[in-house]
């Protein structure tokens, strides 16, 4: 397994050893001992999650706030997304910036995202399955996002404003500066 940290401290690209042949392929997608050796700290997932989105989705820029935050690890299982991590730690370097990387089915990256990160994605193939591992349990009322087209942050979805399917909830999201 090949773990890289992002520009994003703390932020991480998983890239797992896959063992091909002609009947197929076999990868390992988590081991905690490995993982949280590279990552230098222990993290322990408590919830798994998965969605399912068609082509133009844009899940906007998602977070928890107080001891509700999450640290996630996201796959994609099926498709193609483009993930994008923002910091919102407000004393980093490099609060207010984002890292995106492409996930796909085919490439089976991961992408770490600590606690007092933002997180979403575009979907870029016809659909896409995301699966992701939360260190934190779900709280509703510690919910928080950012609207997608936010220009401070300066997001570039890969899908044409023309095309771009976002639900009425995450429209009504606030700017990043009225955090």
């Known amino acids: 397994m090949k773990i890289t940290e992002t520009k994003l401290k703390g932020c991480f690209i998983i890239e797992p ?3 091909e042949d002609e009947r197929g392929y076999f990868f390992e997608s988590f081991n905690s001992e490995e993982f949280n050796r590279a990552l230098g700290m222990k993290i322990i997932f408590l919830q798994d999650n998965q969605s399912f989105s068609k082509k133009g989705v844009i899940r906007a820029i998602h977070y928890q ?10 796959r994609v ?9 923002v910091d919102l730690r407000i004393n ?3 609060y ?5 990387i492409e996930l796909s ?5 991961q ?4 606690r007092g990160f933002g997180h979403g ?4 193939s016809e659909t896409a399955e995301l699966f992701y591992k939360c260190d934190n349990f779900y709280n509703k009322k510690s919910e928080r996002g950012i609207i997608y087209n936010d220009v401070l942050i300066g997001i570039d979805w890969k899908i044409p404003e023309s095309e771009v399917l976002v639900s009425e909830k995450d429209l009504a999201l606030p700017l990043f500066r009225d955090l």
């Open 17 to 19: 050893k896959i063992f």
């Open 65 to 74: 706030i107080g001891s509700y935050a999450q640290a996630k690890l996201v």
């Open 77 to 85: 299982i099926n498709g193609t997304v483009l993930d994008v991590a």
């Open 92 to 94: 980093s370097p490099t």
């Open 96 to 100: 207010g910036e984002h890292i995106s």
């Open 105 to 109: 089915a085919e490439n089976k990256k």
């Open 111 to 114: 992408l770490f995202i600590p």
């Open 121 to 124: 994605f575009s979907v870029l």
